[in-house]
């Protein structure tokens, strides 16, 4: 005797059609073994009826309250270390632009007090020439030239200069090479070719080492802050000797950020709240391991 199992399919779709629109009904028989069979009613839906039921909606997106909406760049203190990682924070990058702008006429002002044979500035010529026609003379008129300053000016304070210049960026989330970009922009054509050139005439080298050597050694002074993150600021066990460093390799970041907040130290005062150790351990006269964590 054959034994049959019956299984009705229902379409929830289906639930409010109307008496005239019902679906087609299939009848499926699928033997299976020992005589068994099996038999299905599968409910085909009307696709004219459920077409001319369905409604398409378009302007959903024109509904949605964006005023609330805004982005959080993340501090690349997060984020595993790399050179084209990149979360921009542009405000903060435009905060320390204005700093840098401010400081350079006050640089001026300190370079200006300085002896002649320091910075090899013409003090009579300078006195007696306006100094938009003094900037035109040497900036369109002669162009850069091979300068003569100092060599601890070209070679030390230059490429420092340009190092601090790419913290500046890279801190405020950008890649090393948009962080190279911004040292550039700020030691060449902020400085070079702005505010000093109305003093001299723009320094080949200085455009060269300021951010191209600047680059490299900002890019060592991100690692160490890195590291000063990690370790909550502290350089050979000392906060201050930390805190000192990040100072000198970070300045603009790390003084704004006492006013705006800094997602550094935001990031090293997280890494502190849960810390853990796994240490090899003497147990019981057996080797073992000893864990310890601190919330």
């Known amino acids: 005797m054959k034994r049959a199992i019956l299984t009705l399919i229902f379409i929830t779709a289906l639930a409010g059609a109307s008496a005239t629109e019902r679906p087609a009904v299939q009848r499926v028989v699928v033997p299976l073994c020992d005589d068994t069979v099996a038999e299905t009613l599968i409910v085909t839906p009307d696709a004219e009826a459920l077409l001319a039921s369905a409604e398409i909606e378009t302007d959903y997106a024109s509904r949605i309250d964006h005023s609330r909406d805004r982005h959080e760049p993340v501090s690349l203190y997060e984020l595993p270390y790399s050179w084209t990682a990149s979360s921009p924070d542009w405000h903060r990058l435009w905060l320390n632009t204005a700093v840098y702008a401010g400081a350079m006429v006050g640089t001026l002002g300190v370079l200006e007090c300085l002896p002649e044979d320091a910075t090899s500035w013409n003090r009579a010529e300078i006195q007696h020439t306006p100094m938009f026609k003094r900037w035109y003379r040497n900036v369109i008129k002669e162009g850069p030239e091979w300068d003569n300053d100092k060599w601890i000016f070209n070679y030390v304070l230059h490429p420092y200069a340009g190092a601090v210049y790419f913290m500046a960026a890279r801190s405020c989330g950008f890649d090393f090479w948009r962080s190279m970009l911004y040292s ?88 502190q709240g849960v810390q853990s150790s796994l240490m090899p351990a003497t147990v019981g006269g057996a080797p073992g391991f000893t864990f310890t964590c601190t919330f």
Do not use: H
């Open 184 to 271: 550039s922009i700020i030691s060449n054509v902020f400085w070079e070719f702005g505010i000093e050139a109305f003093m001299e005439q723009p320094s080949i080298q200085d455009c060269i080492i300021t951010p191209g050597v600047g680059s490299l050694i900002g890019e060592g002074f991100y690692r160490l802050k890195r590291k000063l993150v990690e370790d909550n600021y502290r350089l050979f066990g000392s906060k201050l000797a930390g805190n000192i460093v990040a100072f000198l390799i970070d300045p603009v970041n790390e003084v704004l950020g006492l006013v705006i907040g800094n997602p550094a130290r935001a990031e090293a005062l997280r890494r």
